[in-house]
C-alpha cells in the first residue's frame, strides 16, 4: 500500500479499506517485494495461484499500489490462447479481474473488447489467435496467461514487445503452465527475465479438501504431475533412447513373484565434492524374464563408505542375491570397499569395454519390447535416461543412475540368469 500508516492512523471507519487487501493473504512467492523486472515468468502447477496472482498485479497497477506499482497504470493488454480465455478466466473468473476487485470494480465492455475502470484505466483484450490485432496499440504493461498454450505464440509475444511503448518503465507478468515450447524455453534462459515457480501444493489452503491428495496419489511422479502439479518443464530429447511416454507405459501397478533380486553399482570416479554421483539401483528378475526396477538408491558421497553402507543397506532390505558394481574407476578397490562395509556380500565385479551409448541400446530395445518394466516411480532416474545422448551424457553430465541400471538390467537378462529361486517381494 502507498503511504506510510500506524495502527493510530487507522481508525474504525477505515480498517474496511484493508481488511481485505491481498497483502494479508499472498504467499510470499506471490508478492514481489524487490525492484519490478521488465518481464516476470510465473511458472507454476494447477491451481497454485497464478490466475490470482496476475489478477491481483493488474489491480495494484491499475490503483498504483506499491510494491507492483509506483504510480497508477492506465493502458494494459491481457492476453490469453483466446477472447474466451481471457474473459472467462483472467476477468470473470473466480480469481479473476473483476471477482478479486475490491471498492473500484471495473466494468467489462465486451462490444469493444476491453475493460475499463471508474478512474479511466482501461485493459484491452487480446487472443494468440490473431497476433495481429496487437499491431497499433500500446500499452504500459501487460498480462500474459498460459503462454505454453498459445497458438501462435512467438507472433502474438513479439507484436506485443512492440506495443510495450507507454509510461516510464514497461512490464509485463507471464503466468503458465509449464510446456516445452520454443518461446517458453527462451524466455526461461533469458538472464533478464525474473522467474518464480509455485507449485500446487503451496496453495493448499485455497484448494478443495481431498484434492492434493487424490491427485497426488494419482499423479505424483509421472510426467504429467510433474508439470501440472509441480510446475517443472518437462521435454523429450529428440535423439535419446527413451521417451517419457514410453516409461509411463512401462509402469506396473503392482508386483509380480521375483526369481532374482540384483543391487547394480556405478561408482563415482572420486569422492571430491564436485564429483559425479554413485549410481545404485535395485532390479529384480520375474517369471516371465522381464525385468523389475525396484528401486533408486543413488546418492552424492563424500566418502566410499557412504555409497558402499548405501549399497549393503539396499542388498539386505531387499534380499537381494549379489551387488554388481563396475570396477573402471576403482579396480580391486570398489570391491575392498565394499567387503569392509559387509564381508558377507557376495560382489560381482564387472568392467565396461563398450562406450556408455553402445551400452544402453540394446536395453533400450528391451524396453521397447516390454521386457523392462518400472514398480514405482522414479524421477530423477528416467530424467536421466529421457536426456541421454549419443555422447553418452544426460544434461551434460555422466549418467550415473542410468549406468547402474544398464549393468542390473545385463545381469538379470534371461540367457545370463543363475538358478532361479522363487521369492515374494516384502
Keep these: 500500500m502507498q503511504g506510510n500508516w500506524s495502527e493510530e492512523s487507522l481508525r474504525d471507519e477505515n480498517i474496511w479499506l484493508i481488511e481485505d487487501e491481498w497483502l494479508l493473504q499472498a504467499r510470499i512467492e506471490q ?71 475490491r471498492h473500484d470494480r471495473p466494468r467489462f465492455e465486451a462490444s469493444r473488447r476491453r ?11 487480446f487472443s494468440s489467435e490473431d497476433p495481429e490485432s496487437l499491431r497499433g496499440p500500446q500499452f504500459e504493461a501487460a498480462w500474459c496467461d498460459e503462454l505454453g498454450k498459445w497458438k501462435n505464440d512467438e507472433a502474438c509475444f513479439d507484436m506485443l514487445q512492440f506495443g510495450l511503448r507507454l509510461g516510464q518503465m514497461p512490464r509485463q507478468l507471464i503466468t503458465t503452465t509449464p510446456r516445452p515450447t520454443k518461446l517458453l524455453k527462451r524466455l526461461m534462459a533469458d538472464p533478464t527475465v525474473l522467474q518464480t515457480r509455485m507449485r500446487t501444493a503451496d496453495n493448499a489452503g485455497n484448494l478443495a479438501e481431498g484434492f492434493l491428495h487424490m491427485v497426488e496419489q494419482r499423479y505424483g511422479g509421472t510426467r504429467l504431475g510433474r508439470q501440472e502439479l509441480e510446475g517443472e518443464l518437462i521435454e523429450d530429447r529428440e535423439d535419446a533412447l527413451w521417451s517419457r511416454a514410453a516409461l509411463e507405459n512401462a509402469r506396473l501397478d503392482g508386483l509380480p513373484q521375483l526369481q532374482r533380486i540384483v543391487v547394480a553399482i556405478d561408482p563415482p570416479a572420486s569422492s571430491h565434492k564436485a564429483s559425479d554421483a554413485c549410481g545404485i539401483v535395485a532390479a529384480g528378475l520375474d517369471e516371465s524374464g522381464a525385468v523389475i526396477m525396484l528401486a533408486d538408491a543413488s546418492m552424492k558421497a563424500a566418502r566410499p563408505q557412504d555409497w558402499a553402507g548405501a549399497a549393503v543397506a539396499l542388498y539386505h532390505a531387499l534380499g537381494a542375491d549379489c551387488l554388481v558394481a563396475e570396477v573402471n574407476q576403482g579396480g580391486d578397490m570398489v570391491t575392498a570397499v ?28 528391451l524396453y521397447q519390447q516390454g521386457r523392462v518394466r518400472h514398480a514405482g516411480r522414479f524421477p530423477e532416474l528416467e530424467d536421466e535416461m529421457c536426456d541421454f545422448g549419443p555422447n553418452g551424457l544426460s544434461n551434460g553430465r555422466s549418467p550415473d543412475r542410468l549406468d547402474a541400471l544398464v549393468w542390473a538390467v545385463n545381469e538379470l537378462m534371461p540367457d545370463r540368469s543363475a538358478s532361479p529361486r522363487i521369492r515374494e517381494f516384502l
Design 338 to 365: 565394499i567387503r569392509a562395509v559387509d564381508a558377507a556380500v557376495p560382489v560381482k565385479a564387472v568392467r565396461a569395454r563398450r562406450g556408455k551409448w553402445l551400452r544402453a541400446e540394446p536395453v533400450a530395445m
Design 115 to 125: 475493460l475499463v475502470w471508474d478512474n479511466g484505466a482501461i485493459a484491452q483484450i
Design 31 to 101: 508478492y514481489l517485494l524487490t525492484a519490478q523486472p521488465g518481464t516476470w515468468l510465473v511458472i507454476g502447477g494447477r491451481g497454485a495461484g497464478k490466475t490470482r496472482l496476475g489478477a491481483e498485479w493488474v489491480n495494484s497497477l491499475v490503483r498504483g499500489f506499491s510494491p507492483f506499482a509506483l504510480g497508477r497504470h492506465g493502458h494494459i493488454a491481457l492476453v490469453g490462447e483466446t477472447l474466451g480465455d481471457v474473459r472467462e478466466v483472467m476477468i470473470e473468473g473466480q480469481s479473476g479481474i473483476v471477482t478479486i476487485s
